[in-house]
């Protein structure tokens, strides 16, 4: 099972694009990745995932390079709501056995 | 389309008593997943249900019990409850051998034991 590392924290600006990268050097063939966000005493709620190159959706975008070993969140243009902890996840296909890294706490400043 | 449930959202308990919390799994989900969540730090595997089996476990103690149902929805146990197993119990549901499906996290329950 892979494990992930995170920057601890990071400090940003509204308006700023923002990216955490996440390093997951034992990854698997069929393993893939995802991303979370987690506010204080809540969930963690879903972001996007991926298994190779780029993918993005309506909030987010991710990056993995070719050898799979790190993969980047990029966040566009963050508002103070973004301020939250962010967890990258390297997916086991076959029993859906994640490892939960310390995560990266974001904070936004105006 | 309901996603992950959890209830309840709070409790408190007293150190010795036992508690049952509840999960129901995002629709067409048949796995389920508990985590424990300490406050500041990341959320710690407890164990997984599948088929109405426990498939794996994290490095809890056996007080830590849990259930599936036939209809998916599961139940953690945690018995002679101390203090250090006040946090947040995070439920995940997912589909199992999908390729590329999504896991989702309920709002979880927050355990206080004094």
């Known amino acids: 099972l892979a494990k992930t590392t995170q920057p601890i924290s990071m400090d940003s600006y509204e308006g700023q694009e923002v990216n955490i990268t996440c390093s997951h050097n034992?990854?698997?063939?069929?393993?893939?990745i995802t991303w979370y966000q987690q506010f204080p005493s809540q969930g963690p709620r879903f972001i996007i995932q991926g298994y190779k190159t780029k993918v993005t959706n309506e909030v987010a975008s991710l990056f993995i390079p070719a050898d799979r070993k790190s993969s980047t969140l990029s966040l566009p243009r963050v508002s103070l709501s973004d301020t939250a902890v962010y967890y990258c996840?390297?997916?086991?296909?076959?029993?859906?056995?994640?490892?939960f890294g310390s995560g990266t706490k974001l904070n936004v400043k105006p | 389309d309901a996603g992950v449930t959890q209830s309840p959202t709070h409790l408190i308990k007293t150190r010795g008593q036992q508690v049952t919390l509840r999960c129901s799994p995002k629709?067409?989900?048949?796995?389920v997943s508990w985590y424990q969540q300490a406050l500041g730090q990341g959320p710690q595997f407890i164990f997984q249900y599948y088929e109405e089996e426990e498939r794996q476990r994290g490095n809890f103690p056996d007080r830590f019990s849990g259930h599936q149902f036939p209809n998916y929805s599961s139940e953690l146990n945690v018995n002679a409850l101390l203090l250090g197993d006040s946090a947040l119990y995070l439920c995940?549901?997912?589909?199992?051998?999908?390729?590329?499906?999504?896991?989702?996290f309920g709002e979880g329950s927050w355990l206080t034991v004094v």
């Open positions: 996840l390297v997916v086991e296909y076959n029993f859906n056995k994640f490892y």
């Open positions: 629709s067409g989900h048949d796995t």
């Open positions: 995940a549901s997912s589909q199992d051998r999908v390729s590329g499906n999504t896991i989702y």
């Open positions: 034992n990854i698997a063939t069929n393993d893939y």
